[in-house]
């Protein structure tokens, strides 16, 4: 049986983000990376997944805001995934009251940066809490600047958008049943890794790898743990 292997980016992020996973996912399937566009939902970049591959066994993987992209896909086509694998994410919605108003203020003062001086010198007041420290001077750091500097404030204005009022995937954890890996790095200030073992505890039979090493970005911070983690993971999903 074949399977589709889509690949989810997060937030600012293009196919550079799996670039290093690509290779060893496509020995065991078709690998397709989204293009967010301008939608500025979740529940619109899912669907726009759905539409943009065919088949019913579909090994959905999804890092950072991807990973709510992926839940968004399985709360819509659960018959369609094959299996799951949720890296550097969350699953709750934006907090109520002061906690909720401060992560929106904070987004919107790094809007403001983007627009006024530039997406790289946005990413230059972003990117250190996205990776391990010991990375700040690396050929990685420049590559999430490069992948950061593509994009454009428009964009990242409907992806804010879709962050701020992203659904609560809370209840959809325990209708999961497919095979599902989740992953984090170590070291991971946005997306910590004990939001990663309540997502373990809630989702029946899944698995969790931790990414020693690695913040937020460990698909490109350690990129052949990650590999090994997803090849396992889809090996796993495909009942190989």
Same mark, same amino acid.
């Given at each position: 049986m074949t399977h589709q292997i889509v690949l989810l980016p997060g937030l600012l992020c293009d196919d550079a983000v799996w670039a290093d996973q690509r290779g060893a996912l496509g020995a065991l399937g078709d690998c397709f990376v989204p293009d967010y566009g301008m939608r500025d939902s979740l529940g619109a970049m899912a669907e726009l997944v759905?539409?943009?591959?065919?088949?019913?066994?579909?090994?959905?993987a999804g890092h950072s805001m991807g990973g709510r992209v992926a839940l968004e896909v399985f709360r819509r086509a659960p018959e369609r995934v094959a299996g799951l694998a949720l890296l550097d994410t969350g699953y709750t919605p934006r907090a109520a009251g002061e906690a909720g108003e401060s992560e929106r203020a904070q987004r919107l003062r790094l809007l403001e940066l983007a627009r006024t001086?530039?997406?790289?010198? /946005?990413? &230059? %007041?972003?990117?250190?809490? /996205?990776? &391990? %420290?010991?990375?700040?001077?690396?050929?990685?750091?420049?590559?999430?600047?490069?992948?950061?500097?593509r994009s454009t404030p428009d964009k990242f204005a409907a992806q804010i958008r879709a962050l701020l009022d992203r659904p609560d995937a809370t209840a959809l954890l325990g209708e999961i049943e497919c095979p599902t890996m989740i992953v984090?790095?170590?070291?991971?200030?946005w997306s910590p890794l004990a939001r990663h073992e309540e997502m373990h505890a809630q989702i029946r039979d899944s698995k969790l790898r931790v990414i020693e090493r690695s913040g937020h970005m460990c698909t490109m911070e350690q990129p052949n743990d990650v590999t090994a983690v997803l090849v396992e993971w889809a090996r796993w999903a495909s009942g190989l």
């Open positions: 759905l539409e943009s591959v065919s088949g019913d066994h579909l090994l959905v001086e530039g997406m790289r010198a /946005m990413g &230059n %007041a972003w990117a250190p809490g /996205m990776v &391990n %420290a010991e990375r700040h001077d690396s050929a990685v750091y420049e590559a999430v600047l490069d992948m950061i500097e984090c790095g170590r070291d991971d200030q």
